[in-house]
């Protein structure tokens, strides 16, 4: 097993062992409390009231533990603490949305939507509890990935005739993305914000990790390219009396083409880069090369099917924000298996496109089709193993708030993509993960309509600033070397975590 894959594997476990453990502390009606223990012992929704978690009453017990909640009073007398509106905009207010709008410009250099960074703000300096703040983080990234596309969408490869963003690896990607975002809505919504914060830093120092590791041994390698190239300059042959560098091929050392992922059998990876030889190959390649050149409008047809999936499984179910529209009451049969429907069908259709892709790259393989620097081989391996691991992006992006570019920047890079089409497939990526969850937390109930329409500007001009003054999505093509780049997207996680 690769080393990507063994350390998720125990990434996932660890995961699963809080799940459970978060179970047993999910605060419940009527469970026994102390007052100095209140947060902990019935979340910022319940107050505690002789010995046992109750409703509140009155706004003077909710601010005795959350200085800006007040009780939402309501007909059936379920009162609950709230956090309160946008306006009267306080100091906390305005602080806040000054820093989300420089941390997302940051942020976004990297190929990550800004919403870690956002999470640890809103509830150390806005009085939200993380509960609260993870809905309000996924309603600012979805406005910074508008942003984004707009600006990535025209961009060509840089070495391609094709679009920068690479839409077949974001078809195989997403999918399981958005089952991930279903699973991480549910955690959020019964975790206590203790655990939030426990796997929010597990999964950055994880990333973070990684991400470092990647751009160290990438750079070692670059600066050795950079040696010979060097030492070839410093040569001059002088032929009939004029000074001229001699012509040597020097192999690009940054990245092997094409880029089979690590632990994937060469034999499934193997390309040949001979020139077809017959008018019949040649055709078959100009065909090829003319679908890449375009969007493929059908592998985005099933992303938006399989959005829509998840979306309108998620209006079946209701929740707390917007009724059932068929009448199904939470936790009884039919609830848990439209909550478990989407699963069989995206998994269905995640080794339908990898096949595809497989198949796509076995006939380029034949045509003697010549790869680009930066181009993935898709392997019977990796078409499992890379979408699996981008479910664990989803949960993150559901339960923690953070960006589904913050996983999945590092799976692309590992797989040896170009530094520039990363950042633009990641900002495509996110769209899909940052809307399902957006909307997933307004059926629940969990997002307040006046902050997260609020945020949602700042997420767009963050995005914008960072486009215009702090280079934003410019900063991949400006760097000089891959390994930059990558070390730059390590550096913006590790901030995120002493945020924290």
Same mark, same amino acid.
Not at 51 to 56: D, I, L, V, Y
Not at 88 to 106: E, K, N, Y
Not at 278 to 286: F, I, R, V
Not at 384 to 411: D, E, H, K, Q, R
């Given at each position: 097993?690769?080393?990507?894959?063994?350390?998720?594997?125990?990434?996932?476990?660890?995961?699963?062992?809080?799940?459970?453990?978060?179970?047993?502390?999910?605060?419940?009606?009527g469970?026994?409390?102390?007052?100095?223990?209140?947060?902990?012992?019935?979340?910022?929704?319940?107050?505690?009231?002789?010995?046992?978690?109750?409703?509140?009453?009155?706004?003077?017990?909710?601010?005795?533990?959350?200085s800006?909640?007040?009780c939402?009073?309501?007909?059936?007398?379920?009162?609950?603490?709230?956090?309160?509106?946008?306006?009267?905009?306080?100091?906390?207010?305005?602080w806040?949305?000054?820093?989300?709008?420089?941390?997302?410009?940051?942020?976004?250099?990297?190929?990550?939507?800004?919403?870690?960074?956002?999470?640890?703000?809103?509830?150390?300096?806005?009085?939200? !509890?993380?509960?609260?703040?993870?809905?309000?983080?996924?309603?600012?990234?979805?406005?910074?990935?508008?942003?984004?596309?707009?600006?990535?969408?025209?961009?060509?490869?840089?070495?391609?005739?094709?679009?920068?963003?690479?839409?077949?690896?974001?078809?195989?990607?997403?999918p399981?993305?958005?089952?991930? !975002?279903?699973?991480?809505? &549910?955690?959020?919504?019964?975790?206590?914000?203790?655990?939030?914060?426990?796997?929010?830093?597990?999964?950055?120092?994880?990333?973070?990790?990684?991400t470092?590791?990647?751009?160290?041994?990438?750079?070692?390698?670059?600066?050795?390219?950079?040696?010979?190239?060097?030492?070839?300059?410093?040569?001059?042959?002088?032929?009939?009396?004029?000074?001229?560098?001699?012509?040597?091929?020097?192999?690009?050392?940054?990245?092997?083409?094409?880029?089979?992922?690590?632990?994937?059998?060469?034999?499934?990876?193997?390309?040949?880069?001979?020139p077809?030889?017959?008018?019949?190959?040649?055709?078959?390649?100009?065909?090829?090369?003319?679908?890449?050149?375009?969007?493929?409008?059908?592998?985005?047809?099933?992303?938006?099917?399989?959005?829509?999936?998840?979306?309108?499984?998620?209006?079946?179910?209701?929740g707390?924000?917007?009724?059932?529209?068929?009448?199904?009451?939470?936790?009884?049969?039919?609830?848990?298996?439209?909550?478990?429907?989407?699963?069989?069908?995206?998994?269905?259709?995640?080794?339908v496109?990898?096949n595809?892709?497989?198949?796509?790259?076995?006939?380029?393989d034949?045509?003697?089709?010549?790869?680009?620097?930066?181009?993935?081989?898709?392997?019977?391996?990796?078409?499992?193993?890379?979408?699996?691991?981008?479910?664990?992006?989803?949960?993150?992006?559901?339960?923690?708030?953070?960006?589904?570019? !913050?996983?999945?920047?590092?799976?692309?890079?590992?797989?040896? &993509?170009?530094?520039?089409?990363?950042?633009?497939?990641?900002?495509?990526?996110?769209?899909? !993960?940052?809307?399902?969850t957006?909307?997933?937390?307004?059926?629940?109930?969990?997002? &307040?309509?006046?902050?997260?329409?609020?945020? &949602?500007?700042?997420?767009?001009?963050?995005?914008?600033?960072?486009?215009?003054?702090?280079?934003?999505?410019?900063?991949?093509s400006?760097?000089?070397?891959?390994?930059?780049?990558?070390?730059?997207?390590?550096?913006?996680?590790?901030?995120?975590?002493s945020?924290?």
């Amino acid at each position: 097993m690769a080393s990507w894959q063994h350390s998720f594997a125990i990434l996932i476990a660890f995961l699963s062992l809080l799940v459970g453990v978060s179970w047993a502390a999910y605060p419940q009606l009527g469970k026994s409390c102390r007052s100095d223990t209140q947060e902990h012992d019935c979340s910022a929704q319940l107050v505690c009231l002789k010995g046992s978690c109750e409703f509140c009453q009155v706004d003077a017990q909710c601010k005795e533990t959350f200085s800006k909640y007040v009780c939402d009073i309501q007909d059936n007398h379920e009162n609950t603490c709230q956090h309160k509106g946008l306006f009267p905009m306080d100091s906390g207010d305005v602080w806040t949305s000054f820093c989300a709008i420089v941390l997302g410009a940051l942020a976004a250099g990297g190929g990550i939507g800004g919403g870690g960074a956002l999470v640890p703000i809103l509830v150390l300096v806005d009085g939200f !509890t993380p509960a609260g703040a993870v809905p309000l983080s996924k309603a600012f990234i979805l406005g910074a990935s508008l942003v984004n596309l707009h600006h990535f969408y025209p961009k060509r490869h840089p070495t391609a005739d094709r679009p920068l963003i690479d839409y077949k690896t974001a078809a195989l990607f997403v999918p399981t993305q958005l089952l991930g !975002t279903q699973i991480g809505v &549910m955690c959020n919504r019964i975790w206590p914000g203790w655990l939030i914060t426990v796997c929010l830093i597990v999964f950055l120092s994880f990333i973070t990790k990684k991400t470092y590791k990647k751009a160290m041994d990438l750079h070692a390698v670059e600066s050795r390219a950079s040696d010979v190239q060097s030492e070839t300059q410093r040569l001059i042959v002088k032929e009939d009396g004029v000074a001229r560098r001699p012509r040597v091929y020097t192999p690009d050392l940054a990245r092997p083409s094409p880029s089979a992922p690590k632990g994937s059998e060469s034999s499934d990876a193997t390309s040949s880069h001979t020139p077809g030889s017959t008018a019949a190959n040649s055709e078959g390649l100009q065909a090829i090369l003319k679908r890449e050149a375009q969007v493929p409008w059908e592998d985005m047809k099933v992303l938006a099917g399989v959005w829509v999936l998840v979306v309108f499984v998620s209006l079946l179910r209701g929740g707390e924000g917007s009724g059932s529209v068929v009448g199904v009451r939470c936790g009884t049969f039919v609830y848990w298996m439209l909550y478990l429907l989407p699963f069989p069908i995206v998994g269905a259709v995640v080794l339908v496109m990898g096949n595809k892709l497989k198949q796509l790259h076995t006939k380029k393989d034949l045509l003697g089709y010549t790869y680009h620097d930066g181009d993935v081989v898709w392997t019977a391996d990796s078409i499992v193993n890379y979408p699996a691991m981008c479910t664990l992006a989803g949960f993150g992006s559901g339960a923690l708030g953070i960006g589904g570019g !913050t996983v999945t920047s590092p799976l692309m890079l590992h797989l040896n &993509m170009n530094a520039q089409v990363v950042a633009a497939t990641a900002s495509f990526m996110i769209l899909f !993960t940052s809307s399902s969850t957006t909307f997933q937390f307004m059926i629940m109930g969990v997002l &307040m309509p006046s902050y997260a329409i609020w945020f &949602m500007l700042m997420g767009s001009c963050s995005a914008a600033l960072g486009e215009k003054c702090f280079c934003g999505a410019h900063l991949y093509s400006r760097c000089s070397r891959s390994s930059q780049t990558i070390l730059v997207h390590g550096m913006a996680t590790q901030k995120l975590i002493s945020l924290v």
